[in-house]
């Protein structure tokens, strides 16, 4: 039996990750993500830490693109969203019933969105996620710098 086909094992106290099923492990790294995600404007302060001494790598986008740990957690919790391999049968079968052109549209900042809420298809949450980053960054910097903004010092020369 392969790991995507565990059993799913009840037991009172902790059970070893090793015995989690592929949805259990899901579950939990999507209510680890919205747990940090609650806390996204404390994150826009902070920048990822200096990466010569870290187990992590530095990303590829220039200085100032997806500065901050804010980027960071939305855009990781998004290729958790995105990863197909975690849909259940119906969330894949239900892709062409969404409204593509009301998700491209956007919507207002979604404060109270929970990442983990399985009632919105992950499509509907990754939307919603991008929606709160653009908005973030269009408050931020110019309009031109939303979603991969880069900071200024000074208003753009127009």
């Known amino acids: 039996m392969g790991d995507w086909q565990r059993e799913k094992v009840e037991a009172k106290g902790p059970i070893d990750l090793k015995a989690w099923t592929r949805d259990q492990i899901y579950a939990e790294a999507l209510k680890s993500y919205n747990e940090i995600w609650q806390h996204r404007s404390e994150l826009s302060q902070t920048r990822p830490p200096d990466h ?3 187990i992590s790598e530095a990303g ?3 200085d100032g ?3 901050t740990l804010r ?3 939305s ?3 998004i290729e958790l969203l995105a990863n197909s391999g975690y849909w259940s049968p119906s969330e894949t079968n239900e892709v062409y019933r969404l ?3 009301a998700l491209l549209a956007g919507a207002p900042p979604q404060a109270k969105l929970d990442l983990a809420d399985g009632k919105l298809h992950p499509i509907q949450r990754i939307a919603a996620v991008l929606d709160d980053l653009e908005d973030w960054h269009k ?3 110019p309009s031109e710098a939303a979603l991969r903004g880069t900071p200024r010092t000074s208003a753009p020369s127009r």
């Open 52 to 54: 010569s001494n870290t």
């Open 75 to 77: 855009y990781m919790s």
């Open 139 to 141: 408050q931020k910097w």
């Open 65 to 67: 693109i997806r500065s």
């Open 99 to 101: 409204d593509f052109p």
């Open 71 to 73: 980027d960071a957690v």
């Open 60 to 62: 590829t986008y220039p």
